[in-house]
């Protein structure tokens, strides 16, 4: 099994660009979710889903959009890039059960806007 | 707001010492406690999670929960170099979702 899986690694985008960060997951977990980690602080959730079709906002979700068409998969797209949206992005998943279960993390993506 | 503190460190301890990693957070329906190890440029790894007030141990890691204090923390036994990283404790918020703590640094000095 990969796991959860992120691509790109790195990227470097111009302010006013756009683009998707891809995660998929081979796990048949039903949750899913996009945080991101600037220095030396903690993870800010940004958008999760609990099942395809099914999304809801995070803690810091503007200037973001995402989608669930499958269980699989779970793309986070950037709008218009901004100086402040530099930052790691990590993926994460978790299974459903009688209480909250521990995520699985992406290897995550550095994205930088200049 | 719901929040997850943590003392960012860093805390530094000897080799072969015992490491003690502490969290507090303010949600007192909160039913799950996580803890997970973060090396520089790396993802978030699981190590311990805890559900039952009292004491979970695995291995070299004891996860301790007190709900009545909003309390979780992290003992590390015969703490190694290789233990050297960021700790972040995790507390669900509600329904599907959870809330991290900044993290505290650990340094384990050879």
């Known amino acids: 099994n990969a796991g959860v899986t992120q691509t790109p690694k790195f990227r470097i985008l111009k302010i006013g660009q756009s683009m998707t960060l891809q995660c998929t997951q081979d796990m048949n977990h039903n949750y899913m979710y996009w945080y991101r980690q600037d220095p030396g602080m903690g993870l800010k959730l940004i958008y999760y889903?609990?099942?395809?079709?099914?999304?809801d906002k995070g803690e810091v979700p503007n200037g973001y959009n995402v989608s669930r068409s499958t269980t699989e998969d779970f793309p986070l797209r950037l709008e218009l890039a901004a100086p402040s949206q530099t930052s790691v992005y990590f993926c994460?998943?978790?299974?459903?059960?009688?209480?909250?279960?521990?995520?699985?993390f992406g290897d995550g993506t550095r994205l930088s806007i200049l | 707001q719901k929040e997850v503190e943590q003392n960012s460190g860093p805390l530094s301890v000897p080799e072969g010492a015992i490491a003690s990693l502490n969290c507090t957070y303010s949600d007192r329906g909160s039913q799950s406690f996580f803890w997970y190890r973060q090396y520089s440029g790396k993802s978030p790894e699981l190590i311990m999670f805890?559900?039952?007030?009292g004491d979970k141990e695995d291995g070299r890691f004891t996860a301790q929960l007190n709900k009545a204090s909003q309390y979780v923390s992290l003992l590390i036994r015969d703490s190694q170099p290789s233990d050297s990283a960021t700790y972040l404790c995790a507390v669900d918020s509600g329904t599907y979702k959870y809330i991290f703590g900044t993290g505290t640094r650990l340094k384990v000095l050879a």
């Open positions: 889903s609990v099942g395809a079709g099914i999304t």
């Open positions: 805890i559900y039952s007030n």
């Open positions: 994460a998943s978790s299974s459903q059960g009688l209480r909250s279960q521990p995520q699985h």
